[in-house]
T-cell receptor, first 113, second 118 residues
Framework: KAGVTQTPRYLIKTRGQQVTLSCSPI?????VSWYQQTPGQGLQFLFE???????NKGNFPGRFSGRQFSNSRSEMNVSTLELGDSALYLC????????????FGQGTRLTVV | DQQVKQNSPSLSVQEGRISILNCDYT??????FLWYKKYPAEGPTFLIS?????DKNEDGRFTVFLNKSAKHLSLHIVPSQPGDSAVYFC?????????????????FGQGTILTVHP
């Protein structure tokens, strides 16, 4: 069974640009969550999607958004990038509806210059 | 407000001995707990979980203990192997039956760097 796939693995963007990250969950998993990992803040929850609906959102500005498609694949978008958005962005998929075993992808390392 | 805390930033253990990683939480709504292992520049790998209705769960070399009254959990690795060297995160959620603001949300500790020496 294939794991969670995130693309791209690495990305360098300029301040002010926007970026879209992609996540393909484990087959059969309908819940997709996104996390940001930084050295200072650790792993922080961004949002969760289930059946194309955002059901939960963490404490991030509106520049961070996402969506989920009918095949459960998900994208997250960050607009007007800031230097502080440099982080490892992780996607996790779960079979059950909420907050239990989540399986993570390898992440996308975003660097904003 | 850190609701999940791992107070030991690092732990060093000899191969073959026991590794004990600790985690404390403050939110009494948490009732499902997980441990993840992470290598640099990779995503966390799920290790083991425990529901609040249990006080112990074992999977091979890994055992998680939960003390609800103390709001404390620990991960025991026996015997420790050099390949176990990584960052270990504990995480908590309100469990599969909670809704609303719990959906999909795991709250993580800051991690403990485990080094197992040969």
């Amino acid at each position: 069974k294939a794991g969670v796939t995130q693309t791209p693995r690495y990305l360098i963007k300029t301040r002010g640009q926007q970026v879209t990250l992609s996540c393909s969950p484990i087959s059969g998993h309908r819940s997709v969550s996104w996390y940001q990992q930084t050295p200072g803040q650790g792993l922080q929850f961004l949002f969760e999607y289930f059946s194309e609906t955002q059901r939960n959102k963490g404490n991030f500005p509106g520049r961070f958004s996402g969506r989920q498609f009918s095949n459960s694949r998900s994208e997250m978008n960050v607009s007007t990038l800031e230097l502080g958005d440099s982080a490892l962005y992780l996607c996790a998929s779960s079979f059950r509806a909420s907050g239990t075993e989540a399986f993570f992808g390898q992440g996308t390392r975003l660097t904003v210059v | 407000d850190q609701q999940v805390k791992q107070n030991s930033p690092s732990l060093s253990v000899q191969e073959g001995r026991i590794s004990i990683l600790n985690c404390d939480y403050t939110n009494s709504m948490f009732d499902y707990f997980l441990w993840y292992k992470k290598y640099p520049a990779e995503g966390p790998t799920f290790l083991i979980s425990i529901s609040s209705i249990k006080d112990k769960n074992e999977d091979g070399r890994f055992t998680v203990f939960l003390n609800k009254s103390a709001k404390h959990l620990s991960l025991h690795i026996v015997p420790s192997q050099p390949g176990d060297s990584a960052v270990y995160f504990c995480a908590a959620s309100q469990g599969p039956n909670a809704g609303g603001t719990s959906y999909g949300k795991l709250t993580f500790g800051q991690g403990t760097i485990l080094t197992v020496h040969p």
